[in-house]
């Protein structure tokens, strides 16, 4: 096919995947008394957004910041040390992420209403510090980079504990990245276990409180609604136009999210 | 380096820790909780039932409908978005203006919330919606598609199809880009057509690609939920009810714990079935061709 045409093509599926997205903006815009942010500032204030926005940021932060520096220490372990039965356990874990997560819902549920964390942040973080993903990631980028730095600092006399932060650390950026990236965004748009973890409106993220609003009404008000939809998918978007190429690739080429 | 075998446990400790206590003791949970009768309400009375809850499973009416329309979701998406995903990365390749425009535009359902996604096909298929202005301008009758039960769950599927395709197209397109300029010279060496070059040439090098979008899409689709959950709740009907809503249904509206985790793996056995289906049918053959055609 000529080059045109595939081009023309291109643009119109992506102008009808884009169609409802605009239509969302519109509605959300579209206030009685001609186009405004009124929705926006409703929905923030009221909705409460504001408190299920800040909610989302302090949670996807800590389980960022905890898989960064949890499965770079199992990931260097698994590596760089000989431990016997290491790859065996290395893939068992690995294969359990095909496994539905729905599996675990409800005796982790059980389990965090015994240990007395239901809606808390506790329940919103502690079970996603440790990504097996992210540890076979991290793990497959380190097998790839040579050993001489740690070695060398390792004879000048350096512990295990600086050369992982000082030596290792900083050469992980690459993969680190996509892990942040990856983390980020999936526990952004969590949905089923926030959903379920929490019950009070002061513990909700986002998505679960976007999903209450659209619940909550008798008739549904649309334009509130896609305000506050716009507000949770706005940051991601941002993220998402600043980091494309990494995004896309990290994504496409990590291939799974 | 294995001489000092110590930094290895505080290493592995936070990993072990979080992941044995939030991972491994729920999963091996779930599974004793299968055969027995446990309700949180009363936990005192927990009782080993054996396999009644899987008997049960069998002879569930509702249970048989969720599986039915469970399946035609994952029959009628999977395929669907597959072969656009296969056409769309077939377009963009080679150089194109705006490509990564286009690139990014195609990416972008998919770093959306399903939330997000549920509610703003709500709003399109939504009387005064966009898809029933457009109809009305276009001078057709609009249509109420999802309190139907005809048309509820293929209007579901066609979002779903909407959300995916561009994140599989990107997959399948980094796949494209990996194939060798010189397996396509000599293919046009002997003179094959358009269409003998995809079949013999492409399609043969994506088939690992495309098994990898065909399992992890499948492993996704048997678990569709949160858009029932925020746009039908099932209904109309239960023409919408599916395995996974069944089994929050179960879990956290009935209190029947035991029931539920027997549902739960219920969706990992059929998932897992039709994931290695499709991974058989797109690894055959493929090592042999690649080797045999010279590089």
């Known amino acids: 096919m000529k080059r045109a045409g595939r081009w023309l093509l291109l643009v119109a599926a992506v102008l009808l995947m884009a169609y409802p997205l605009g239509w969302m903006i519109a509605v959300s815009l579209r206030t009685p008394d001609g186009l405004s942010l009124r929705f926006y500032g409703e929905v923030w204030s009221a909705g409460p957004f504001d408190r299920y926005f800040i909610n989302s940021l302090v949670v996807a932060a800590v389980v960022v910041t905890g898989n960064i520096l949890f499965c770079t220490m199992a990931a260097y372990a698994f590596a760089r040390y000989r431990i016997r039965g290491a790859k065996f356990l290395f893939f068992l874990v690995l294969s359990t992420i095909m496994l539905p997560k729905q599996v675990i819902l409800v005796p982790l549920y059980i389990l965090m209403q015994r240990m007395g964390l239901i809606d808390s942040y506790w329940a919103l973080t502690l079970p996603f510090l440790v990504d097996p993903f992210n540890i076979f990631l991290i793990r497959q980028y380190l097998l790839s980079i040579p050993t001489d730095c740690e070695e060398a600092a390792r004879i000048d006399g350096a512990g295990e504990l600086s050369i992982l932060f000082r030596v290792v650390f900083p050469m992980l950026t690459p993969v680190l990245a996509v892990v942040a990236i990856h983390t980020t965004l999936t526990n952004w748009n969590s949905f089923l276990f926030p959903f379920i973890l929490t019950n009070s409106t002061d513990m909700r993220t986002l998505p679960v409180g976007l999903a209450l609003l659209s619940q909550g009404a008798h008739s549904i008000d649309w334009g509130h609604l896609m305000a506050g939809a716009v507000i949770s998918a706005l940051p991601v978007v941002i993220a998402f136009l600043i980091f494309q190429r990494r995004i896309i690739g990290g994504l496409t080429t990590g291939m799974t999210r | ?295």
């Open chain 2, 1 to 295: 380096m294995a001489r000092r075998p110590s930094p290895v446990v505080w290493l592995l400790a936070p990993w072990a820790l979080i992941y044995g206590t939030f991972f491994v003791f729920p999963f091996l949970f779930s599974f004793a909780l299968c055969f027995l009768d446990y309700n949180p309400l009363n936990v005192a009375n927990t009782s080993f039932v054996g396999g009644q809850h899987f008997a049960r499973l069998i002879h569930d009416e509702n249970f048989h409908g969720a599986l039915r329309n469970t399946l035609f979701f994952v029959v009628g998406t999977v395929p669907v978005t597959t072969t656009l995903a296969l056409a769309l990365a077939w377009l963009l390749r080679g150089p194109l203006p705006m490509k990564n425009v286009l690139k990014a535009a195609m990416f972008l359902p998919s770093i959306l919330s399903v939330v997000v996604i549920a509610l703003l096909f709500k709003l399109f298929y939504a009387p005064g919606g966009a898809l029933n202005e457009t109809l009305r301008v276009l001078g057709l009758s609009g249509h109420t598609w999802l309190t139907d039960p005809a048309t509820a769950l293929p209007a579901i599927m066609a979002m779903d199809v909407w959300a995916a395709v561009g994140y599989y197209a990107l997959v399948l397109y980094a796949a494209f880009t990996a194939i060798p300029e010189s397996l396509y010279e000599a293919a046009e060496l002997e003179g094959a057509g358009a269409w003998a070059t995809f079949r013999h040439v492409t399609f043969p090098m994506l088939k690992p690609a495309i098994g990898f979008v065909l399992v992890i899409n499948t492993i996704r689709s048997f678990q569709v939920f949160v858009e029932v959950l925020v746009m039908t709740q099932g209904g109309p009907l239960g023409s919408t009810n599916t395995m996974v809503l069944m089994l929050y249904d179960t879990a956290f509206r009935r209190l029947d714990y035991g029931y539920a985790s027997v549902i739960a793996y219920a969706v990992f056995a059929l998932s897992g079935v039709f994931s290695v289906l499709a991974m058989r049918r797109m690894r055959a053959q493929t090592p042999a061709q690649t080797r045999s055609v010279p590089a």
